[in-house]
């Protein structure tokens, strides 16, 4: 219960100041496409080189917080997610904004957020030194085994069918494999200079998502000016909390689903929504609902990104090693003051640590708060005439893109891909899936060629890869989830529907 | 009015024309950027932000530094870009050497040693080897030994090819006379790290800061130093050299501050004076001492110096690939 003891801390005028500008700016970034949570906290570290040590803690963990959250806003408003993580939350949140349940979209993504986020920040307080050793259990061999099991999603994530949908995870899992290969050292597909570091995921989101539906809208907007203008609904609050108390089961899996994936270090936060989003599909009575803007699917989705956060920091205050690019970031928070995270970290600076951890416990009460407060607002978005919505969802687009690494060849990446994407939409494609291709696929790819190595060098590649109980389970739920969507597709042949995937 | 402004604006260009023929008096006259090849977070960018921190002041450049993150491809996207960028003084580059250097050997980059002028260098990391702390190594002697029981089968992380680790693990390799498994690690240093304390590799190659922090943290023992002698940080732990093998500091990650080739030669000396003296500001120093990152500060002639070096030993070394 040392946490409580420090609360006060988080309460002092200029500490909550700071936590209050963090909350407000990580949720502004957060919004931004392009600004994921990384670059966010990056753009802050300066910011705290003038600040007490748990001051400039406190302003990044509240950042980091609401950024995870605020990528929601662009992903519902304007189907362009912030982050990996925010994939998921496009397939129901964006079709729910189109039918003008934009503001209950927000209002839910942010409830979820802040629910499952606790949920993670309290693991963090309670269960660190277990979690340690839980996150050190996956060697090559399972993170191998965990990201085919995530390859398994693509065939039913949110295409018209099982082999169009494995169609455009091979497209995503061939443009991971360009650039550099760091494990042999090889060069593949580098055809333009634009790629020569591989596709970065960002721009690759920005263009897959986006583009298309820039596209569509200045297509529709030539033919007919002023028809269907969308009506805003208001959505009480309180409706909002009944409707996310009563999505239990969506909850339940989100949460868990994000704060044991997020723990594992360099997998976690990109696919945790996905996985989760999955997950609470098969296992929904209405699982022919989702991808038709149904709440269950946001909740998932945002529930389980929020939850990954508290975990995901795990490996780095008690191993000292950064779990994820956002975690190295903070890490050089803490080195700049001279605080070495590790297993002393907490009787040694107890004064800096539990702040930190309090400012992202009330920083996802803040956030869910200013969530709540700007929803009904932000919602309006859906308003705006197409063709100066697709104007302004294109700047945003090229913005994000270029600021990623200050570089136009992202810029004609995501420009490619959109316009690839635009047709591939038209043949039943969908972008989901190509993306989880080109985030698994490193993963993978890497991975087994890891374990390939070490196996050789020691107890061979059969006895590596299929020993340990861990490699079994996630070996079995591999065959489950496979054997799962092999039914589904024989009990309902489902090649007809999500043509309002292409609106 | 018209013919006012005309003229004004005609003399303003002739002022700065004439600034400008008169050897960059004025430099630097805006911000200047300092590109870094590796992502925000990483330990090269960490400490470039560092040490910049205190370019605006009366006794450094006047003007500050800002940070560009290009990363990608161990570093080669931004080198690549760099080397193409305009040599007008206001575009600097961060160099990870023998990086920079040994990938410029492998080939397939547009750079190399002459594509670039060294400013001054502020850090050296040396690369050092670790195992578990619960390892039943207590020596290289102890690895080695495992190492000739088992040819082949002593497997060790290191972040990556044509990296610092990577070319350590070469020396060793060459020095022990012995067949290792050097398993690259595509998340890094810290990924090799975890890999060492997770104990799915037998030992493993790290940036000697992270080792520090590692060991602090009770996770991991340091066995050797891949330098000339023994660092401060860790002045228990004994050099390769010590223990009998014939390796030198070609691993150490020299970190500093280059521009590209075809820079003014005006601007070139202005910063070669004054950047070394930015790096050896009390504020840097406490900064980069708290992070456990090790400080030492070249001149551009030390450095040109130790490029060259380096630039012999590398093509010597990876001619066995």
């Not at chain 2, 920079?100 to 002028?117: K, L, R």
Request: hydrophobic share 50%; aromatic share 8%.
């Amino acid at each position: 219960m040392e946490f409580l003891y420090y609360m006060g801390d988080v309460f002092t005028p200029i500490n909550f100041g700071l936590l209050l500008l963090g909350t407000i700016g990580g949720l502004i970034l957060g919004a931004t496409p392009g600004l994921s949570p990384t670059m966010t906290v990056a753009l802050m570290i300066p910011f705290t080189f003038k600040l007490a040590p748990e001051q400039g803690l406190i302003l990044l963990g509240a950042a980091y917080t609401s950024t995870v959250a605020g990528g929601a806003v662009s992903a519902i408003l304007l189907k362009i997610p912030g982050a990996p993580a925010n994939i998921a939350t496009t397939l129901d949140g964006h079709t729910m904004a189109q039918k003008g349940e934009g503001a209950k979209a927000l209002q839910i993504s942010f409830i979820a957020s802040a629910i499952g986020g606790l949920f993670g920040v309290f693991l963090l307080i309670f269960l660190t030194p277990v979690l340690a050793t839980w996150a050190l259990a996956f060697g090559p061999s399972e993170l191998f085994w965990l990201a085919i099991l995530g390859v398994t999603v693509i065939g039913t994530l949110d295409s018209s069918s099982v082999v169009k949908g494995l169609l455009s995870g091979c497209i995503g899992l061939w443009l991971a494999t360009i650039g550099f290969d760091d494990i042999m050292g090889a060069q593949r597909f580098i055809f333009h200079s634009s790629v020569s570091g591989g596709i970065n995921v960002i721009p690759a989101l920005i263009g897959l998502f986006a583009i298309p539906q820039v596209i569509a809208m200045f297509a529709k907007g030539r033919s007919n000016v002023d028809a269907e203008i969308i009506v805003v609904q208001r959505h009480p609050i309180g409706d909002a909390f009944r409707e996310v108390f009563s999505r239990k089961r969506a909850l339940a899996i989100g949460t868990a689903v994000g704060s044991i994936i997020g723990l594992i270090p360099g997998v976690g936060g990109q696919i945790a929504g996905l996985v989760a989003y999955d997950q609470s599909k098969k296992m929904s009575p209405e699982s022919a609902k989702f991808g038709t803007g149904h709440p269950e699917g946001v909740i998932a989705a945002e529930s389980a990104n929020n939850a990954m956060v508290g975990p995901s920091l795990v490996p780095l205050l008690t191993l000292s090693i950064p779990g994820s690019p956002t975690a190295a970031v903070l890490l050089g928070g803490l080195l700049i003051h001279g605080i070495f995270p590790g297993p002393a970290l907490f009787t040694q600076y107890p004064e800096v640590v539990w702040p930190f951890i309090n400012s992202m416990l009330i920083g996802q009460i803040l956030m869910c708060v200013f969530g709540l407060l700007i929803a009904g607002w932000a919602a309006n978005v859906a308003r705006v005439p197409r063709a100066v919505m697709a104007a302004v969802v294109l700047g945003l687009a090229v913005f994000g893109s270029y600021s990623v690494g200050h570089s136009m060849g992202d810029v004609y990446v995501m420009a490619a891909l959109g316009l690839a994407m635009y047709f591939l939409e038209r043949f039943g494609f969908s972008a989901a899936p190509l993306v989880l291709g080109l985030i698994l696929g490193p993963i993978a790819e890497a991975n087994f060629m890891q374990g390939a190595m070490i196996a050789n060098a020691t107890i061979g590649q059969m006895a590596y890869f299929f020993t340990g109980w861990l490699n079994w389970l996630l070996i079995l739920i591999v065959v489950a989830s496979v054997g799962y969507s092999i039914w589904m597709e024989l009990r309902q042949r489902r090649y007809t529907t999500k043509e309002d995937a292409q609106a | 009015m018209k013919k006012w402004i005309a003229g004004a604006a005609l003399a303003l260009t002739a002022m700065t024309g004439s600034a400008m023929a008169e050897g960059h008096g004025d430099y630097p006259e805006r911000p200047i950027m300092l590109m870094v090849s590796y992502g925000a977070g990483g330990a090269t960018d960490f400490q470039a932000r560092i040490v910049t921190m205190t370019a605006g002041n009366e006794d450094a450049l006047q003007m500050p530094v800002a940070i560009l993150n290009k990363a990608g491809a161990g570093g080669r996207v931004g080198w690549n870009w760099l080397a193409q960028a305009e040599a007008d003084g206001y575009t600097m580059g961060a160099y990870n050497v023998p990086h920079f250097i040994a990938q410029s050997i492998e080939g397939g980059v547009d750079y190399s040693t002459d594509s670039f002028e060294p400013i001054a260098n502020w850090g050296a990391d040396p690369a050092v080897f670790v195992v578990g702390a619960d390892s039943e190594f207590n020596s290289m002697a102890d690895v080695i030994a495992y190492a000739t029981a088992n040819p082949g089968g002593l497997t060790f992380s290191g972040a990556g090819l044509f990296v610092g680790h990577h070319i350590a693990a070469l020396q060793l390799e060459k020095a022990a006379g012995v067949e290792l498994a050097y398993i690259p690690n595509n998340a890094g240093g810290a990924g090799a790290m975890q890999a060492v304390i997770a104990g799915d590799v037998l030992g493993g190659v790290n940036n000697l800061s992270d080792a520090f922090r590692a060991r602090e943290a009770g996770s991991v023992k340091i066995l050797g130093v891949f330098d000339l002698e023994r660092n401060a940080f860790i002045d228990d732990v004994p050099t390769m050299i010590e223990q009998g093998f014939d390796i030198d500091n070609a691993s150490v990650n020299y970190r500093g501050v280059m521009v590209p080739a075809g820079t003014p030669q005006p601007i070139i000396d202005h910063l070669a004076a004054i950047v070394p003296t930015m790096f050896e500001n009390g504020r840097v120093a406490s900064r980069m001492a708290a992070g456990g990152s090790p400080l030492l500060v070249m001149n551009r002639a030390e450095v040109q110096e130790m490029w060259a070096q380096r630039q012999v030993t590398l093509e010597a070394l990876l001619a066995d690939l």
